[in-house]
Nanobody
């Protein structure tokens, strides 16, 4: 199974920015970012195909542009105008760009994003 490594999280103030990276061990047609806040279920953030088609959760639409470098098997999430409710552990996984769902079951440690007010 493909291995994925997330990086780029950190502590940032309200309104700040972070850029997350997801490096894959191989080529994946469609990838996505998911997040899980304390006490909540994991939820979709955004997905992107190798062709550039995207799907965004309403809560991040317009703030978190998603991109991919297929030559490096890497996906990026540029997080702008961050809010305290964006605080969560962020994970990447192979995903269905039409539904935003994933069947991935080898979740890594993710990368922690904390937004202070």
């Amino acid at each position: 199974q493909v291995q994925l490594v997330e990086s780029g999280g950190g502590l940032v103030q309200l309104g700040g920015s972070l850029r997350l990276s997801c490096a894959a061990s191989g080529s994946i047609f469609s990838m996505g970012w998911y997040r899980q806040a304390p006490g909540k279920q994991r939820e979709l953030v955004a997905t992107v195909t190798s062709g550039g088609s995207t799907l965004y959760a309403d809560s991040v639409k317009g703030r978190f542009p998603l991109s991919r470098d297929t030559s490096k098997n890497t996906m990026y999430l540029q997080m702008n105008l961050l809010k305290p409710e964006d605080t969560a552990v962020y994970y990447c996984a192979p995903a269905d760009v039409n539904t935003g769902t994933t069947r991935y079951d080898s979740w890594g440690q993710g990368t922690q994003v904390t937004v202070s007010s």
